[in-house]
């Protein structure tokens, strides 16, 4: 049995914030920015949206496109690197808004790579006949977690949310999940990470006022690891399903920075026009980014029914991943 993605929503705040906004908040330049990132603008959420208030809009849209009610789903995954509250877990936040009481429901922490962790989860729970529909969720508030005075990190990232119904497939049904890879190395932990804040370091006065309870990264270590694993995770796949990368149309990829995917596209021999980019008006939205992308290339149009559509992803963790699907 073969689990297909029924259905998929997206939501993202009102707000736009642009480079030419950022310019008059920090010293920066629409320059560096849109040559070092290809980051444009982001949405911005306003201080009583909350991330489980996104995830609940994305879910009801990817619900209704399933043709599926609430009452149909039997687990939800939330991904997400920026949660309502440490405890408890996102989800249930999630699940008290849509009321679907009884059901299983948690969070995953992999960063970027959170969307292609939860519908991996999903899918081994819909193959072996557990359950029948799992709504997967990727929803961040970037904007939250960022140092708004660390210049190098606040002007990448984004919010929004994007979720998915995995399901039970039938014979031709489209949107096929054919298989993934996920992989991890805690040993890079610190090269992404919010310092402080949880048990090891609760969070003090002093630690507040250094920002420690915000996103610090080593960008540059980062980029050189991001290409070479993502390449290697997606042959890896693509070895493993026995399709050839120029059988793939589209690459869905996190969007991080558009120079890492100029680069990940050039060694999967795979041409600039195939790849799905979304960072301009997105930034990096971290768990959210490969659903808003997917979403964006199907209502334009781009993908199409039969295409083989490849996801990868890269992030903090370090946690990294490949899926394949047919659309
Ligand atoms: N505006 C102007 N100048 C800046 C800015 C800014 N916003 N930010 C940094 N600079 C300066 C630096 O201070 C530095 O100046 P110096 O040379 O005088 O010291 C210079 O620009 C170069 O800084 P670098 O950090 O070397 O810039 P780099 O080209 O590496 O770009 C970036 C930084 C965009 C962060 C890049 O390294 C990157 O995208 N890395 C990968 C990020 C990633 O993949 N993250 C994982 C996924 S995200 C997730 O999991 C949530």
Redesign the pocket.
Same mark, same amino acid.
């Given at each position: 049995m073969r689990s297909v993605i029924k259905g998929l929503g997206v939501a993202v705040p009102d707000e736009i914030l642009t480079n030419e906004d950022?310019e008059k908040m920090? +010293? /920066?330049?629409d320059e560096?920015?849109t040559q #070092? /990132?290809g980051i444009k603008t982001r949405h911005k959420a306003p201080p009583h949206v909350s991330t489980s208030d996104l995830a609940v809009e994305a879910s009801q849209k990817a619900l209704k496109e399933a043709g599926l009610d609430k009452r149909d789903l039997d687990m939800i995954i939330c991904a997400t690197?920026s949660p309502d509250t440490l405890l408890p877990a996102t989800a249930c936040w999630v699940q008290a808004k849509l009321d679907v009481p009884g059901i299983p429901v948690f969070d995953i922490s992999a960063?970027?790579?959170g969307f292609l962790y939860s519908m991996t989860i999903a899918d081994q729970f819909v193959r072996t006949g557990t359950y029948k529909n799992v709504l997967v969720i990727g929803a961040?508030l970037?904007s939250r977690i960022a140092n708004w005075e +660390? #210049?190098? *990190?606040?002007?990448?990232?984004g919010d929004g949310a994007g979720a998915a119904v995995i399901g039970e497939g039938k014979e031709g049904d489209s949107r096929r999940i054919l298989g993934a890879k996920l992989h991890a190395d805690g040993a890079f932990a610190e090269?992404?990470w919010i310092p402080a804040g949880g048990a090891t370091t609760p969070l003090t006065k002093e630690g507040l006022e250094k920002g420690l309870n915000k996103?610090v990264? #080593?960008?540059?270590?980062?980029?050189k690891v991001?290409v070479r694993h993502m390449t290697d995770v997606v042959f890896e796949l693509l070895e493993e399903l026995g399709v050839n990368s120029e059988e793939i149309d589209w690459v869905v990829p996190?969007q991080?920075?558009v #120079?890492?995917l100029q680069s990940l596209a050039k060694r999967l021999k795979i041409s600039w026009d195939r790849v799905v980019v979304t960072i301009d008006h997105h930034g990096?939205t971290?768990a959210a980014s490969i659903p808003l992308a997917l979403h964006e290339a199907i209502e334009d149009g781009r993908i199409k029914k039969g295409q083989k559509v490849l996801f990868v992803s890269?992030?903090?963790?370090? *946690?990294w991943g490949s899926c394949l699907v047919e659309w």
């Open positions: 950022l920090l +010293d /920066t330049t560096w920015i #070092r /990132t690197a960063a970027c790579s961040e970037l +660390d #210049r190098s *990190t606040c002007v990448l990232f090269f992404l996103v990264m #080593r960008g540059n270590e980062l980029f991001a996190h991080a920075n #120079r890492i990096n971290s890269f992030g903090g963790g370090l *946690t």
